[in-house]
């Protein structure tokens, strides 16, 4: 089951380089790119967006974005497109680059410490960025999901030595599919048999949980959607806010961008768009609309 599951991804997140090239080809590379940890003779990246016109002295929301691809494989290039548009919307966005088993032959331990690495990094440098360090979201697809939750509610995984000080918990979630159980017959757990319970989000869910928007695909082969209302049950339980979207017919990684030829990556990023407004994040109507045709 795993290496089916291997196969998949690999062909998904392959089809993220492509996103990659074509949104450089287009001059749409990020404006700046910041090293926010160097681990192991590794420079790890942050990919980030304004706006166009960000006034000195501004505190904008943010939003710190985490690819999928099992922990194993992908690439930032998976959420520049929304990214470049909720810069557009009057936030500054940021793709992170992780360690992951196939360049840095790490196991999932590190790739949820660097997410709460990243985090950490960003909310220090606040003020570098303009950023409001009470108002930063953390947002991911399939294990990206996993880390961008994990940053709420896991207290484990910090990087050694780190300044624990600086808190890694978001302030919203934004989840495409996330992989939100390790347990025993949940997705991923023989990565993580031996430490599941302190690194499944759906195991450690807590009072002060953040408002949090969760997509699924209806025909998800990793993320069964009792699982899904599990988490918000879970969720509700604990006094946190959670909207649970279904999207019926839609399977595993139905969000992406896909040269822009694919109607959910529109609807996911308007849902998101209305969620962010209604927390207060961003002004006005959404900037964008449905092509024609999807």
């Not at 999932?108 to 960025?129: F, G, M, T, Y």
């Not at 209305?274 to 609309?289: D, E, I, N």
Request: positive net charge; contains cysteine; charged residues 20%.
């Amino acid at each position: 089951m795993r290496g089916a599951q291997h196969g998949k991804h690999a062909g998904m997140w392959a089809a993220a380089v492509v996103v990659l090239n074509a949104v450089c080809a287009a001059g749409q590379a990020p404006v700046t790119t910041r090293v926010y940890k160097t681990v192991a003779g590794t420079n790890l990246a942050l990919h980030i967006f304004r706006p166009a016109e960000q006034s000195v002295g501004s505190r904008l929301p943010g939003i710190v974005f985490f690819h999928g691809g099992g922990w194993t494989q992908g690439t930032p290039a998976q959420f520049f497109p929304q990214s470049r548009y909720l810069a557009g919307r009057g936030m500054v966005a940021i793709s992170v680059e992780y360690r992951i088993q196939s360049r840095h032959g790490t196991t999932p331990r590190e790739s949820l410490q660097d997410a709460k690495s990243a985090l950490r990094w960003v909310r220090r440098n606040a003020d570098e960025l303009g950023l409001d360090p009470q108002r930063i979201a953390a947002a991911g697809g399939s294990a990206g999901g996993h880390l961008a939750a994990a940053l709420a509610c896991v207290t484990a995984f910090d990087e050694p030595g780190e300044d624990a000080s600086v808190s890694p918990r978001p302030d919203a979630l934004v989840l495409f599919n996330p992989v939100i159980d390790q347990s025993p017959g949940g997705w991923g757990h023989g990565e993580v048999s031996s430490y599941w319970r302190s690194f499944s989000p759906l195991h450690n869910i807590a009072s002060n949980m953040p408002p949090t928007l969760f997509m699924v695909g209806t025909k998800d082969d990793f993320l069964p959607l009792p699982t899904a209302e599990e988490f918000r049950k879970k969720m509700a339980a604990a006094g946190a806010r959670c909207e649970l979207r279904l999207y019926p017919g839609a399977g595993h990684g139905f969000f992406n961008y896909r040269d822009g030829r694919n109607r959910h990556y529109y609807v996911t990023l308007l849902e998101m768009d209305t969620f962010l407004s209604a927390l207060g994040w961003l002004r006005g109507k959404p900037s964008l609309t449905i092509p024609e045709g999807l």
